[in-house]
């Protein structure tokens, strides 16, 4: 029914910048709830960003004052604007969304983008 497809990871050096997206394709009325989770080999997988149909946002601290997530809600799509790269942020990079249909809620993950930051 609804899709979550995923694109802009990619290998950058350490200090660089990339931008992931993720669009929500099908039958939507809203979407409450958009997050980027990442998950690096061998460790618990981690809240990065949240932001919320009110325009509540919240990071994780670990990507404060460089990673921006922002939402175009005409597109269904959630964006995260990551700047000032670190190695630490190498990870598989996953989108989530608790998507409205039918006055019932439903959660949706994205296929994962890898992200490689080189040092």
């Known amino acids: 029914q609804v899709q979550l497809v995923e694109s802009g990871g990619g290998l950058v050096q350490a200090g660089g910048s990339l931008r992931l997206s993720c669009a929500a394709s099908g039958t939507i009325n809203s979407i409450n709830v958009m997050d980027w989770y990442r998950q690096a080999p061998g460790k618990q997988r981690e809240l990065v960003a949240r932001i919320t149909s009110g325009g509540n946002i919240n990071y994780a601290d670990s990507v404060k004052g460089r990673f921006t997530i922002s939402r175009d809600n005409a597109k269904n799509t959630v964006y995260l604007q990551m700047n000032s790269l670190k190695p630490e942020d190498t990870a598989v990079y996953r989108c989530?969304?608790?998507?409205?249909?039918?006055?019932?809620?439903?959660?949706?993950w994205g296929q994962g983008t890898q992200v490689t930051v080189s040092s």
């Open positions: 989530r969304m608790e998507v409205v249909i039918t006055g019932l809620s439903y959660q949706y």
